[in-house]
């Protein structure tokens, strides 16, 4: 008897592990599917070097010239998801006799350091949209948020007065074609695109309050 139960315990043992293989069987190879069909669907690692022109637009003109780069990772044919980093040259339009009518209404501002050409580093997540297919000319959209940070610590002369931020918030959505430049390997490709650039900032002019800075632009870049 004892001898009867000692089997069948062993037996389910036996049987529970080969379940359990057979489950781990299953998961590894549905895992290994998934990567397979990910890696024919055009998946892994992607980057970006990128120049950018950007006009500013309203009432706070700061125009850019900017170098970044994007590296992330291609979840598939048609989404992009990574991060960038860039170097911005930026100068704004300054009004003539810029702070002749301050007066002594904060003697404070006299004693800082301004400019109105300066060098920005914008921070941000990158998400771009392929519409089409690799391998042939198509469209993309394509979205940056982050934040940019002055790199100095003089105030950005602006019209008739001044940005008082270190940092800034940074959002920059494009459109644009995406043209694959080689046939044996379609994911290097140059696109071309139009942006619009929103920062935020601290503004004054006998006031204190909010400025945003808005640009129109053209973008180029290398994608592999």
């Known amino acids: 008897m004892k001898l009867t139960k000692l089997l069948i315990t062993?037996?389910?043992?036996l049987t529970g592990v080969l379940s359990a293989n057979a489950q781990i069987g299953e998961i590894v190879n549905?895992?290994?599917?998934?990567?397979?069909?990910?890696?024919?669907?055009?998946?892994?690692?992607?980057g970006y070097l990128e120049a950018d022109f950007t006009g500013g637009v309203g009432n706070y003109r700061t125009n850019f010239v900017t170098l970044a780069t994007s590296q992330g990772y291609q979840l598939n044919n048609?989404?992009?998801?990574?991060?960038?980093?860039?170097?911005?040259?930026?100068?704004?339009k300054v009004n003539k006799g810029w702070g002749d009518s301050w007066g002594p209404t904060d003697p404070s501002w006299s004693s800082h350091e301004?400019?109105?050409?300066?060098?920005?580093?914008?921070?941000?997540?990158?998400?771009?949209?392929?519409?089409?297919?690799?391998?042939?000319t198509s469209f993309f959209i394509n979205m940056r948020v982050g934040a940019?940070?002055?790199?100095?610590?003089?105030?950005?002369?602006?019209?008739?007065g001044y940005l008082s931020n270190r940092s800034y918030f940074y959002?920059?959505?494009?459109?644009?074609v995406r043209v694959p430049i080689n046939t044996t390997n379609p994911r290097q490709a140059i696109?071309?695109?139009?942006?619009?650039?929103?920062?935020?900032?601290?503004?004054?002019?006998?006031?204190?309050?909010?400025a945003t800075i808005n640009g129109l632009g053209i973008n180029i870049s290398y994608e592999w």
């Open 10 to 13: 062993g037996a389910l043992g």
């Open 171 to 176: 959002l920059q959505p494009a459109v644009g």
């Open 191 to 210: 696109d071309i695109g139009l942006h619009y650039r929103l920062m935020t900032s601290d503004y004054w002019n006998n006031w204190q309050y909010n």
């Open 30 to 46: 549905g895992l290994t599917n998934v990567a397979m069909t990910a890696a024919r669907g055009g998946a892994g690692y992607k």
């Open 78 to 92: 048609w989404f992009y998801m990574g991060a960038g980093i860039g170097v911005d040259f930026l100068w704004s």
């Open 114 to 136: 301004y400019t109105s050409s300066a060098v920005m580093i914008p921070v941000f997540t990158d998400f771009r949209f392929i519409l089409g297919r690799q391998t042939s």
């Open 148 to 160: 940019a940070f002055l790199c100095s610590d003089s105030y950005v002369k602006v019209r008739d």
